[in-house]
């Protein structure tokens, strides 16, 4: 027999005019997973890795160890907000698609990851999300006329002009501002949690990439950071199956589940169904608890989908059946968190009908209020004097005089 | 006043800041039970326990980013990378993340990260122990750049870099940590207990960042330079016999180009020296300023001496390494220049 070294190079299981194909999906009924103590050693938890951690089953009940038994005004907040984060998602792409902001992107499909997050953590706990993480600003405080002042970089653009669209901050929320370049706030959310420890406090810190970027060295410095020094931290995995036109598999996916990536230095991994609201409010409260508690990091993947095109500036088309969504085991996350409170009579379709025309109201009216402040086209606009603002806490003087050379060249004030 | 090497400068500059600042950390490879290749933090993990003084993985992207983070959170961090050489790994925390927080959060963010790192060669360290990479950070806006070239200097600039709320990256030219050198590898090692700036006051003081020092006044020529390439002007001027004005730039951003630019008026004659390689080097940045601000003053073309546009070679290293011949062949010539 003659044997060779041969690449394994992945390849996506369906690609555009296949039908779509999530056989490669390891999935577990929902509530079959146990839920192990906060104190477990991680040698003990390794199933939670390779399992999936579901609460809602097919037909939206929540089953198992892992239900959190939130009530129902609870549910109905969290509805609230995934459903308002869809709205306003839905708005931004119709108004880049009309010219009228430069780029954006949707979280379509991932919402409940950052509304269950952040439910289940404290306000005094510190988020370092990713680029589709809006959920997250908006469930801590910022107001929807903001979120759309930042992609328009008009007067009341919290960014000053300086940041594509979406790269919002909130230092008043406790989520830090976004970098553009890809997993570089996951090793920084480590040095945070870090500090927390090193003085004293028990606020802890929780990060987010995609599945594309578990690749980059920075997610590697996070984990050995972390599991080192035991740090308070949280960092998740966003595996929504497609970075751009890369499939999960292009990312490592297919030997082993993201959640897995920190078994080897001792974090434990927990794998969730990242359209259910519940398992992972759950999980992350789990996690939150044992590093509240001393116990260290932990890593949870969230398998999910990403619903739309990675930005305005894709088509998926190009690379991944069209109706693959409409396919993903796991559904949307909306529609099953609406189900199950449906059957549990707390909710209703005339409801959700009412509640969703409300949040679209509120939206159309957002960007009323939110075009006062200045338009691409339309005034007022930027001083472009401010650019220079920020880049020191004090302006050098190389940058007054540059400031005031623009300003004599291409006018202004 | 007390009299230390630069070593003992800067661990002192930290042990003060330290025991004044409860928020200062330092963190990076050894430089904890260990106190550092260098022992720049000799004693401190003893002194102020092993929360403040943190032994790191060998990750410099993960040292800079948990620095970040950690400065995110109100702690003022002092990161030790322990070669300039093992910078890159982290440079894209340093270029992307570090020097930008302020400028992309509209100022909601900062992180007041110091990151200390020996550089430069003379030490039979070769192509990765030897570099120079000021230039490379300079050229990045949004963080400070330092070179102190004497004990007295380096304690004072550090502590002036812990407490700037900007992020500084500290270079530490390492072949005068125990003592000024000329140039001339031949010469027996000098200590720093004969040279004035050897004499450090032992509690807090600082010189400020962001300013230039005359170093040896002259009316021929000026010579611009930093970290162990002062040492080596100073003794060209005194081989020579010219009298030259010697400029320590101290600080590569911001710029203190008055101090610079006073001089060359005044001389006429502008030499820039540095250990860096020359093709875009920090020294090309001199030159333009300089050019410009001093065009009508200067008698003779900007001259610039550096290392070689190649890698640090190990057996070459005194053909490399811009000495006392290179720099005072290069002024004589700048002298006969009509």
Excluded at chain 2, 246 to 268: F, Q, Y
Excluded at chain 2, 319 to 332: D, E, N, T, V
Aim: some cysteine; charged content about 25%.
């Amino acid at each position: 027999m003659i044997t060779k070294s041969r690449l394994h190079i992945p390849r996506p299981t369906a690609r555009p005019g296949d039908e779509p194909d999530f056989s490669y999906l390891e999935l577990s009924p929902a509530g079959s997973v146990d839920k192990p103590a906060i104190g477990s050693r991680t040698r003990d938890i390794e199933y939670l890795s390779s399992g999936l951690v579901r609460v809602l089953d097919d037909d939206f009940e929540a089953k198992g160890p892992w239900d959190p038994n939130l009530d129902a005004k609870q549910l109905q907040v969290a509805l609230r907000w995934m459903m308002l984060t869809r709205a306003l998602d839905d708005r931004m792409w119709q108004i880049q698609r009309q010219g009228r902001i430069s780029f954006y992107m949707q979280s379509l499909g991932e919402e409940a990851v950052s509304i269950a997050q952040g439910m289940a953590l404290r306000p005094g706990d510190m988020c370092f999300p990713s680029y589709r993480n809006q959920g997250l600003y908006l469930y801590r405080g910022v107001k929807l006329v903001d979120m759309m002042c930042q992609c328009l970089s008009n007067t009341r653009d919290m960014c000053k002009g300086r940041q594509l669209p979406v790269m919002y901050h909130s230092k008043a929320g406790n989520v830090f501002t976004i970098s553009g370049n890809l997993a570089t706030q996951f090793p920084q959310a480590v040095g945070w949690a870090m500090a927390s420890a090193i003085k004293g406090e028990d606020h802890i810190a929780a990060s987010w990439v995609g599945d594309g970027s578990t690749a980059e060295a920075d997610f590697h410095h996070a984990l050995t950071f972390a599991a080192v020094y035991q740090a308070p931290v949280i960092l998740n995995v966003v595996n929504n199956q497609w970075a751009i036109s890369t499939f999960q598999g292009t990312a490592g996916g297919q030997r082993r589940a993201f959640a897995a990536r920190g078994l080897g230095l001792g974090i434990p991994g927990i794998r969730v169904d990242g359209n259910d609201l519940l398992a992972i409010y759950s999980a992350t409260l789990w996690a939150a608890d044992r590093a509240r508690r001393g116990g260290g990091p932990t890593l949870i993947e969230l398998v999910t989908y990403r619903g739309g095109p990675h930005s305005t500036s894709d088509d998926p088309s190009k690379y991944r059946p069209k109706d693959e969504w409409e396919s993903f085991p796991l559904g949307d996350p909306l529609e099953r968190l609406k189900q199950h409170l449906i059957i549990r009579g707390d909710w209703s379709e005339e409801k959700h009908e009412k509640l969703w025309k409300q949040l679209v109201s509120d939206v159309q009216l957002a960007w009323k209020e939110a075009q006062k402040s200045g338009t691409m086209t339309e005034g007022p606009f930027l001083d472009p004097a401010t650019m220079f603002e920020d880049v020191y806490a004090e302006m050098p003087a190389n940058l007054e005089s540059q400031r005031r050379r623009m300003l004599e060249v291409l006018g202004g004030e | 006043m007390a009299q230390m090497n630069m070593i003992e400068a800067i661990r002192s500059a930290h042990d003060v800041m330290m025991e004044k600042d409860p928020t200062v950390v330092v963190l990076g490879e050894d430089v904890g039970y260990f106190g550092g290749v260098f022992r720049c933090t000799d004693g401190l993990q003893r002194k102020y326990g092993d929360h403040r003084v943190i032994d790191a993985p060998i990750a410099e992207g993960g040292i800079i980013a948990a620095a970040i983070g950690m400065g995110v959170n109100g702690l003022r961090p002092v990161a030790e990378i322990q070669f300039a050489d093992y910078i890159y790994p982290g440079f894209d925390q340093i270029v992307s993340e570090l020097a930008r927080l302020r400028y992309r959060s509209s100022g909601e963010f900062f992180s007041p990260v110091t990151i200390r790192t020996p550089s430069g060669g003379g030490i039979r360290g070769g192509q990765t122990h030897s570099q120079s990479p000021e230039a490379l950070f300079a050229h990045v806006s949004g963080i400070k750049v330092v070179m102190p070239s004497n004990p007295y200097d380096a304690k004072g600039l550090l502590i002036s870099a812990i407490e700037s709320d900007d992020p500084v990256v500290f270079f530490e030219p390492k072949r005068i940590y125990n003592g000024p050198f000329d140039g001339d590898p031949e010469k027996p090692g000098v200590s720093w207990a004969s040279h004035p700036k050897g004499e450090v006051p032992e509690g807090y003081y600082t010189v400020p960042l962001g300013s230039a020092e005359v170093v040896l006044p002259g009316e021929e020529l000026t010579i611009v330079t930093y970290g162990t390439l002062v040492h080596v002007a100073i003794a060209a001027a005194k081989e020579t016999g010219i009298d030259c004005e010697v400029i320590d730039v101290r600080t590569m951003s911001p710029l203190d180009v008055k101090t610079l630019a006073d001089s060359v008026k005044k001389t006429g004659r502008c030499m820039i020296a540095h250990e860096a390689t020359r093709f875009g080097g920090y020294g090309a940045e001199l030159a333009a300023t300089l050019q410009k601000e001093c065009f009508y003053q200067l008698e003779a073309p900007i001259g610039r001496v550096g290392g070689w546009d190649t890698p640090y070679p190990h057996a070459f290293e005194w053909q490399y390494f811009p000495g006392l011949k290179r720099l005072s062949a290069g002024i004589r010539r700048m002298m006969e220049a009509e």
